[in-house]
């Protein structure tokens, strides 16, 4: 797996700076209230869900090994005027974990042999998603810094292009395919030139999607600011949205985001 170019010490400011974005958005809310890009769950189990996979990460860590994954329905993250110290402290024990077991020391996860890092990164991805569900979901402002948002396409592209991920989810096999190329090229749209040389090129191989920094020429192309692509990728703003623009074979992006669930 290609290894981040994001250092240890910019994913812990950034899970500290998304967790705490996330909390205030969710903090004194309505419970019951629905997530609407998480169209089955109430804010409540939105918010037990990243407090309690903070913990499950730091568990693992300490642990060295995989341990079970937990049901967020069973998620009890308390009283809505406790969420935020609880979120936040969720973050703080997953960035002990790391700290006191070593960035780089190998543990075993659901990918086989990794560093302690893969889950600093990992959770940050999804407290990132995550927390655009929450201001969704109670109107406020989500906000997150271009080069954040970057590491959330990469790690994605990473997962999705990554052997022991397929082998355990049959489904992503059709992403493979015969050369088809798909891109996200980071720009301001409409009206303004888009920089070319910073983008990602997704090509469906036959034996698995691989993925690449550079340059975007491909058979469809997602163009936007970074964030917007980010939500793209997370299957959360439709390519159809006007903060996109789609050109090229939008079956081909249709197809691929329909079997990327993460």
């Known amino acids: 797996m290609r290894t981040s170019t994001t250092d240890t010490a910019r994913l812990v400011e950034g899970l500290r700076d998304q967790t705490t974005r996330f909390a205030r958005a969710v903090a004194g809310r309505d419970p019951d209230s629905l997530v609407p890009s998480c169209p089955q769950w109430p804010l409540r189990t ?3 869900h990243v407090g309690q996979e903070l913990r499950w990460a ?19 993250p308390g009283a809505p005027d406790g969420w935020d110290r609880w979120l936040r402290e969720g973050a703080e024990e997953l960035i002990r974990a790391i700290g006191e077991t070593g960035a780089d020391t190998g543990i075993r996860t659901f990918l086989g042999p990794r560093p302690a890092a ?6 940050l991805s ?4 995550h927390h655009y569900d929450a201001a969704l979901a109670t109107g406020t402002v989500f906000e997150i810094a271009e080069d954040l948002a970057a590491d959330v396409i990469g790690e994605s592209l ?5 052997p022991a991920l397929a082998a355990a989810r049959p489904a992503l096999a059709e992403l493979r395919g ?15 030139t888009p920089n070319s040389a910073t983008g990602w090129v997704i090509t469906r191989t036959p034996e698995a999607p691989r993925w690449e920094r550079g340059p975007v020429e491909a058979d469809v192309v997602v163009t936007g600011a970074v964030a917007d692509l980010m939500l793209v990728v997370a299957r ?7 903060r996109v623009t789609v050109t090229g074979d939008r079956a081909l992006l249709d197809h691929w ?6």
């Open 236 to 242: 959360r703003v439709p390519p159809d949205d006007h």
């Open 46 to 48: 939105l918010v037990g």
């Open 178 to 192: 015969r050369g088809e190329r798909i891109g996200f090229r980071p720009g301001t749209v409409p009206g303004t």
């Open 257 to 262: 985001l329909a079997r990327t669930a993460l």
């Open 126 to 129: 999804d407290t990132c998603v």
């Open 118 to 123: 893969f889950f600093l990164r990992r959770m």
């Open 158 to 162: 990473e997962l999705l292009s990554t």
């Open 58 to 76: 730091a568990e693992l860590v300490r642990a060295g090994e995989q341990v079970p994954v937990p049901d967020p329905w069973q998620a009890v």
